[in-house]
């Protein structure tokens, strides 16, 4: 089945130690999208790639980065995580396009932990 | 500015009982709309959409949204709910790559 799989679906790190987490999709969308989830509220989207443009939204933090090498593949790295960065991290993607309905599709989610 | 208003965070039903929640979107073009349903400690789950066409739409597992434009809602509902279906739901309207989702109703059913 197509789908969007992120790994790891646990993340345990250090305050100040860098972290990436990993996104991959196969269903050949061409926008893939980062978004930050707090207990209890609604995903916050950190930024997106249309196809390899990055967009960033104006209120994410510099801390965050990400890197889209392929059609298939996005990171995000979080450079010196804080306490204040630990959530749900879910990854998500659409095609973006004539006809389309925008639609996005969401993986699994990592937890990340910062201790 | 384009929002998305779900006016009830929390919401209990007693299995077998039909449910309805509501979302509110602000004026727009036709709105593409959408319907996720969130399981503790997963990814989001895309239950119906709208963006064209007869305005009640049927999801999986049981469930259908109306669009009305009159009173710029997209309310979900379910004729009989099942214990399963307790988990956060969150409306969403969409356009040219951005969402902007609802701050979420969490369903709990009373055996």
Not at chain 1, 51 to 57: A, H, S, T
Not at chain 1, 76 to 84: A, E, K, M, Q, T
Not at chain 1, 93 to 106: D, I
Not at chain 2, 73 to 84: G, I, T
Request: proline letters at 5%; glycine letters at 8%; aromatic letters at 16%.
């Amino acid at each position: 089945d197509a789908m969007v799989i992120q790994n790891p679906r646990y993340q345990v790190t250090q305050f100040g130690k860098p972290v990436t987490l990993s996104c991959s999709q196969t269903l050949n969308h061409n926008v893939m999208y980062w978004y930050q989830q707090k207990s209890s509220q609604a995903p916050k989207l950190l930024f997106h790639y249309y196809d390899k443009d990055f967009n960033n939204e104006a209120d994410t933090p510099d801390n965050f980065q990400s890197r889209r090498p392929n059609t298939s593949f996005c990171f995000l790295d979080i450079r010196s995580p804080g306490l204040g960065d630990a959530a749900m991290y879910l990854c998500a993607t659409s095609r973006v396009g004539s006809g389309t309905s925008y639609e996005q599709y969401f993986g699994p989610g990592t937890r990340l932990t910062v201790t | 500015a384009q929002s998305v208003t779900q006016p009830d965070i929390h919401i209990t039903v007693s299995e077998g009982a039909s449910l309805e929640l509501r979302c509110n979107y602000s004026y727009g073009a036709t709105p593409y709309l959408f319907w996720y349903v969130q399981s503790p400690g997963q990814g989001l789950q895309l239950l119906l959409k709208y963006f064209s066409g007869d305005t009640l739409v049927q999801g999986i597992k049981g469930f259908e949204a109306e669009f009305k434009r009159s009173q710029s809602s997209f309310n979900l509902r379910k004729p009989s709910v099942h214990w399963s279906d307790a988990a956060e739901y969150f409306c969403a309207r969409g356009n040219f790559n951005k969402f902007y989702f609802g701050s979420g109703t969490k369903l709990n059913v009373k055996p």
